[in-house]
C-alpha cells in the first residue's frame, strides 16, 4: 500500500530533552514536506526537501532540523523542544513537478512539558 | 507570496442539503493548483478534490465539486447530500508551479462542518 509512516504517533516530552520524528514514505516521491498544524492557523510549512541531500526552509523553521539522506526517509529533529512546538506535526510527499497533492501521514500529536 | 482565506470557521448544515465552503487565493503565478482536503476528528489528512488554473471546467469527485471562479480568486467546495461523515474539518490549498518546480502547498486556516441529523 503507497503511504506515508510516521512515528510516533503521539509524544509527549520535557522541554530541552532532544526528540526525532521519523517519517518514510514508499512511493517514490522527490519532493517531503514537514507541517505543523495549530488551532486557527491552519497547516504550515516547517522544512521541505526536492530531493536526497536538498533541503529548504519553510515559513516556520526555527526550533527544528531535518535530513534527507535518502530519498524515503525524512525525518524531523527538535534539538531542545520548547512548549511553543506543542502541536500536530504531518509529514507529506509527492511527485514534482506538476500539480500533485500531498500524501499525508497519520500525524504526529507532540506536546512539550 | 501566496495566500489562502477560508472566512468560515465553522458551518452548520443539515443531513441531505448542499453546502459550500468559501475559499479565496492570491497568488501572481498564472500556474498553480487548488486543493481541498478534508481532515475527521481522527486527525488524518485526506485529499478531496483537485483544480488547476488552466482547467476549462470545474472539478468533481463523486458528491463533491469545485465552483472555480478565476477572475474572482476563488475555489468554493460544494459538497451535495451532506452526510453526518462529512462532519470534519475542512482546508483549502494552493500550490504555485512556477520555474519547472512545485513549491509548498498553502494551506488557509480551515472551516469546521458540522451535519445534523
Known amino acids: 500500500e503507497a503511504q506515508v509512516t510516521q512515528n510516533p504517533r503521539y509524544l509527549i516530552t520535557v522541554t530541552g530533552k532532544k526528540l526525532t520524528v521519523t517519517c518514510s514514505q514508499n512511493m517514490n516521491h522527490e519532493y517531503m514536506s514537514w507541517y505543523r498544524q495549530d488551532p486557527g492557523l491552519g497547516l504550515r510549512q516547517i522544512y521541505y526537501?526536492?530531493?536526497?541531500?536538498?533541503?529548504d526552509k519553510g515559513d516556520v523553521p526555527e526550533g527544528y532540523k531535518v535530513s534527507r539522506k535518502e530519498k524515503r526517509n525524512f525525518p524531523l529533529i527538535l534539538e531542545s523542544p520548547s512548549p511553543n512546538q506543542t502541536s500536530l506535526y504531518f509529514c507529506a510527499s509527492s511527485l514534482i513537478p506538476g500539480a500533485h497533492g500531498y500524501t499525508f501521514g497519520s500525524g504526529t500529536r507532540l506536546t512539550v512539558v | 507570496a501566496q495566500k489562502i482565506t477560508q472566512t468560515q470557521p465553522g458551518m452548520f448544515v443539515q443531513e441531505k442539503e448542499a453546502v459550500t465552503l468559501d475559499c479565496t487565493y492570491d497568488?501572481?503565478?498564472?500556474?498553480?493548483?487548488l486543493f481541498w482536503y478534508k481532515q475527521p476528528s481522527s486527525g488524518e489528512m485526506i485529499f478531496l478534490i483537485y483544480q488547476g488554473s488552466y482547467d476549462q471546467q470545474n472539478a468533481t469527485e463523486g458528491r463533491y465539486s469545485l465552483n472555480f471562479q478565476k477572475a474572482r480568486k476563488s475555489a468554493n467546495l460544494v459538497i451535495s447530500a451532506s452526510q453526518l461523515g462529512d462532519s470534519a474539518m475542512y482546508f483549502c490549498a494552493m500550490r504555485v508551479i512556477s520555474s519547472g518546480s512545485a513549491r509548498q502547498l498553502t494551506f488557509g486556516s480551515g472551516t469546521q462542518l458540522t451535519v445534523l441529523p
Open positions: 497568488t501572481s503565478d498564472p500556474s498553480y493548483g
Open positions: 526537501s526536492m530531493n536526497v541531500e536538498v533541503t
